[in-house]
């Protein structure tokens, strides 16, 4: 699970700027077109304000970029006091964003699994509402749904065309969903595109990991297809 950021402000004010995104420039072809498509966004690590989060009153403004720090250290045990700021706060996206995350942390998988679908009803617009609502359908092999929700659009800025910039953790939230997409389409070298500029841009982070682990299952079927080919020449 992707989880969007609150970063404490003593955090935000310690820590030093950093590029918006570490490009190799000699990594990619120059026509390569999801970089192209890519770059025309910015994608930026630093903290990006929430007019819902910041309209709280300062008392539990603080308390929740707290409990977004913990929330990105996996603590199942925020259980109920997220579903306090989900019940006090029901118009506020990212808090059932962090309570999937805290559910799934808790193994309630399928209370996770009703949130997912009751966040991407309300929010459907909300960026981990779509990329958790595509990865549950994936799961679940529905991928008629699926196709209804991407309609082709395999990339953030085409996805959500009226945006220019990203944090790094939306990026890879929705680049990690649309490897797996691929991935289970059978479109693997799509898939290895995508994947290779998801670890120039985060190559450390779990959703990075986990797409290389689903991709080496491919090389194997990789190699046997390209025999065959050669087979049948």
Do not use: W
């Amino acid at each position: 699970m992707a989880v969007s950021q609150r970063k404490q402000k003593k955090n935000r004010q310690r820590r030093q700027r950093r590029p918006a995104i570490s490009r190799r420039r000699n990594a990619f072809e120059p026509d390569d077109v999801d970089v192209v498509r890519l770059l025309e966004c910015k994608i930026t690590r630093e903290p990006m304000s929430d007019p819902l989060i910041d309209a709280m009153p300062p008392e539990d403004r603080h308390r929740f970029d707290e409990l977004g720090e913990l929330v990105h250290e996996q603590c199942g045990d925020l259980v109920e006091e997220l579903e306090h700021f989900q019940e006090k706060y029901p118009n506020v996206p990212i808090i059932y964003n962090y309570l999937t995350a805290v559910y799934q942390a808790a193994g309630r998988s399928e209370e996770a699994e009703r949130l997912i679908e009751e966040t991407y009803q309300r929010f459907p617009d909300y960026l981990f509402a779509l990329t958790n609502y595509v990865s549950l359908r994936l799961t679940q092999n529905r991928m008629d749904e699926v196709e209804a929700v991407l309609d082709g659009r395999l990339h953030i800025c085409m996805m959500y065309a009226h945006r220019r910039c990203f944090h790094i953790s939306e990026v890879t939230a929705f680049m990690g969903m649309i490897i797996e997409y691929l991935f289970l389409t059978e479109k693997l070298d799509a898939a290895r595109s995508h994947l290779k500029l998801l670890k120039d841009i985060n190559p450390d982070h779990p959703i990075t990991r986990h797409a290389q682990r689903l991709l080496r299952k491919s090389a194997p079927l990789a190699l046997l297809a390209k025999a065959m080919r050669r087979l049948a020449k």
